[in-house]
């Protein structure tokens, strides 16, 4: 048994500390409920670019769209200029999110060459800037999300800059990614790191600290808390294709073994996820989206090069429909 406690992003408190990292192409309001039931406290959307906030139609309020119910809900806004990014921020902030997040860590080629996201780990007083214009433009916590490190021989020096000038400007605390942009997502994530940015901040209690990067499963989300001691941890990977992630963290932590779904639960979640996803993208988009989804489910099947194959074959929701029954077995 590990006792976790609950933790605050501001005046919001979450109870569990294993939170849904930001997922471009995945973490939409589809994916986000099905987290949520399974344990998920607090969830963050996709990044949405600053200038696009305020648009309502089309694939950006797919991107938006969220459940009235839905809190703590943070949204993520990515961009460059301050005067920009502070505008989408009062915007959705006025739409009823809880938490602004800023992205400062996309290591995207097309985010980069557009000085967005990670671009900005090498700029740390504008970073710094569009921080103190977007928490004096609302009244909801802000929270950034940053790297060690933009290029992999850099010093950790422009981190504590942004960290510390961050803190300053009126932020409500931090997502570190132990790994530096130019890695993207390969090898390994710096916990050392992200457990000594913590201790940094350690005296502070107005100032979250959450870590991210190798939280793959329920016993790593619980590892990163116990080595780290961060206020919570961010599952993004790990999540895709196992929603349990969270709940199977919140048996662990009750020193409960971790819930095994068995064939007939996956497929009513499975099921569930395509019926959500039909709700936000309707019947001809939503099995592009799921397809990938698919392949992450399929890793928990005891055949899954098949069910693979299957998934990635899909067109319409019957087809989806027809790889359940066919490996999942039929519905009763
Ligand atoms: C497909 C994909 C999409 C992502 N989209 C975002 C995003 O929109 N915003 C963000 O801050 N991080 C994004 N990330 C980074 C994750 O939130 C997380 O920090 C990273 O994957 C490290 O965690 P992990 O090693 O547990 O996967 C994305 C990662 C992946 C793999």
Redesign the pocket.
Known sequence: MTELKPFRIGPIEIDFPVAL???????DHAFRSICRQQGAAYCTT??VLDRCATVRRGQQAILLSRGPDEHPLAV?IIGTEAATMAGAARFLAGEGFDVIDL?F??PVNKALRRRRGGYLMQEPAQVVAIVEAVANAVDIPVTL?VRQRFADDDSEDAFWRIARGAKKAGAAGIIV?G?SVEQK?RGS?DWNFIGRVKAEFSGTNDWTVMG?????TARAALAMLVETGVDAV?????AIGNPWLFRQARDLAAGRPPHVPDLTEQRRMILQHMDLAVDLYGPDKAPRIMRKFGIKYARMHPTPKAVRMAFVAVRTPADWQAVLDRYYGESV
């Open positions: 990292a930001p997922l471009a192409g995945y973490s996709e990044m993520q992205n860590a996309c999300k990614h790994r997502y994530a991210s990067g190798d939280v793959l961010c599952a993004a990977r790990g």
